[in-house]
């Protein structure tokens, strides 16, 4: 075979990239020749993630600001030549406490990260897979999303938002070659537990019926799956990965 005729690498985006939910999932992909453009607000460690991958290349990308993430779709787009898989994986839990009592500056960071940055990275990107008529976008999404959380209802109204999104923008595409799909994942064994008291993991450890954490890993194989050519019929979807907590 010639090598004008080798078929170029799936070029996937994925935000949130350099730790947790999104490095698995880059890692998951890279098996099968997926080259990753790592956007995380915390260049070093991205950059030492992306070192760990074959072809990947990192950006500091804080995805609430919509200049940025266009000026990072540009760059991606002119070093990698194409854009075929978005992973919105950038988020938060933000702060753990009543509504009455959360802080509205915390809410305005947690609406910001988790609903705004995903709706500015699909716009963005977007465009760029509609001119080709072709990609795979796969929105993380949460059962919190779904359920709510008592003390997180920022996170979960910003993760409502997601599904919402994700339904709307499928719909709009359907017609193409794009494919918008959600995940919606309980409780995964990632950093982002960390910033939640340990009674609230407890709590959410004990609504899953498996009776444990979710693996990255897990997550990371049903993402690989949606951002694939074989996840043809399924656009505006979500999809459980909750060891038996989701109902709906």
Known sequence: MSESSTPRPRVAIVTGGARGLG???????????????LWDIDLARAEASAATLPG????????TDYAAVEAATEQV?????????LINSAGANGPIAPLLDYPLDGWQQGMALNLDGTFYCCRAVGRVMKARNQG???NMSSIGGKEGNANASCYAAAKAGVIALTKAFGKELALTEIRVNCV??????????????PEFKAAVIAKIPMGRLGRAEEVAHLVNWLASAECSFSTGAVFDISGGRATY
């Open 23 to 37: 490095l698995a999932i880059a890692q998951r992909m890279a098996r099968d020749g997926v080259v990753c453009a």
């Open 56 to 63: 990947a290349r990192a950006w500091r990308v804080d995805v």
């Open 77 to 85: 787009l002119q070093h990698f030549g194409a854009i075929d898989i």
């Open 136 to 138: 795979r976008i796969v």
């Open 184 to 197: 919606a994942p309980a409780a995964i064994d990632t950093e982002i537990l960390d910033q939640v008291p």
